[in-house]
């Protein structure tokens, strides 16, 4: 790129590499496995660049080894790449089970964590629902003026139910709560708080984890 303004973030800076050297980084889909020292290679080869520091190109590596498309990429038999896309030797099985391993640990903190909003959310909606019985009670007219609702009137039950991160999953259709209802769409990228998806009318987004519905 001719244009020398400074990237200011871990995601710019992988959109930028990925340009560069797109047989080797991608920023949709299954990752491949990175060659080892490779930070010095992109170091050197963008020693001259002014749009990026060798300290962001060390977070954005950390941040883009870390994350679920690339530990899905890490496995048995699989060939790490260089810049260019050259083979570099098969991964060894340590660092497959070390990448196994912090998938499963990640996936477990996501799945603590959304356990975590959950009992938050109906220790709030009951409180919320106390309180409003409460002035309603205050409030309440007597039995013989007290309006009756219509069958028409109730909304018809939500049968969707969160996803687990296990179907978390590149090309997975499911469905995003949009507040007002629920729209289809698939993945096409994720980590470990955000997915990308597209919806069946070819618009692409990004959502929070706890936004999906199966």
Same mark, same amino acid.
């Given at each position: =790129?001719?244009? %020398?303004?400074?990237?200011?973030?871990?995601? !710019?800076? @992988? +959109?930028?590499?990925? !340009?560069?050297?797109?047989?080797?980084?991608?920023?949709?889909?299954?990752?491949?496995?990175?060659?080892?020292? @490779?930070?010095?290679?992109?170091?050197?080869?963008?020693?001259?660049?002014?749009?990026? &520091?060798?300290? *962001?190109?060390?977070?954005?590596?950390?941040?883009?080894? &870390?994350?679920? $498309?690339?530990?899905?990429?890490?496995?048995?038999?699989?060939? #790490?790449?260089?810049?260019?896309?050259?083979?570099?030797?098969?991964?060894?099985?340590?660092?497959?089970?070390?990448? *196994?391993?912090?998938?499963?640990?990640?996936?477990?903190?996501?799945? +603590?964590?959304?356990? !975590?909003?959950?009992?938050?959310?109906?220790?709030? %909606?009951?409180?919320?629902?106390?309180?409003?019985?409460?002035?309603? +009670? /205050? %409030? +309440?007219?007597?039995?013989?003026?007290?309006?009756?609702? %219509?069958?028409?009137?109730?909304?018809?039950?939500?049968?969707? #139910?969160?996803?687990?991160?296990?179907?978390?999953?590149?090309?997975?259709?499911?469905?995003?709560?949009?507040? &007002?209802?629920? =729209?289809?769409? &698939?993945?096409?990228?994720?980590? /470990?708080?955000?997915? $990308?998806? $597209?919806?069946?009318?070819?618009?692409? =987004?990004?959502?929070? =984890? !706890?936004?999906?519905?199966?």
């Amino acid at each position: =790129m001719e244009n %020398s303004e400074k990237l200011t973030n871990s995601k !710019e800076v @992988i +959109a930028y590499i990925a !340009e560069r050297f797109p047989k080797c980084f991608t920023i949709e889909g299954e990752a491949k496995p990175l060659k080892i020292g @490779i930070f010095q290679d992109l170091a050197e080869r963008l020693n001259e660049d002014e749009k990026v &520091s060798k300290t *962001q190109l060390r977070t954005a590596l950390r941040q883009y080894t &870390s994350s679920w $498309r690339y530990l899905h990429g890490v496995k048995a038999g699989v060939n #790490r790449v260089d810049l260019d896309g050259n083979e570099c030797g098969v991964l060894e099985q340590e660092h497959v089970e070390h990448a *196994q391993k912090a998938l499963e640990e990640s996936k477990a903190k996501v799945r +603590a964590r959304r356990k !975590e909003q959950a009992v938050a959310k109906a220790a709030a %909606s009951k409180d919320g629902e106390a309180k409003t019985n409460k002035n309603h +009670a /205050k %409030s +309440a007219k007597p039995k013989n003026t007290k309006p009756k609702t %219509s069958k028409l009137d109730k909304k018809p039950a939500d049968t969707s #139910r969160a996803l687990t991160a296990d179907e978390v999953k590149v090309g997975n259709n499911v469905l995003v709560n949009m507040g &007002s209802g629920n =729209m289809p769409a &698939s993945i096409v990228e994720f980590n /470990k708080d955000d997915v $990308r998806v $597209r919806l069946t009318n070819g618009l692409t =987004m990004v959502v929070k =984890m !706890e936004h999906l519905r199966s």
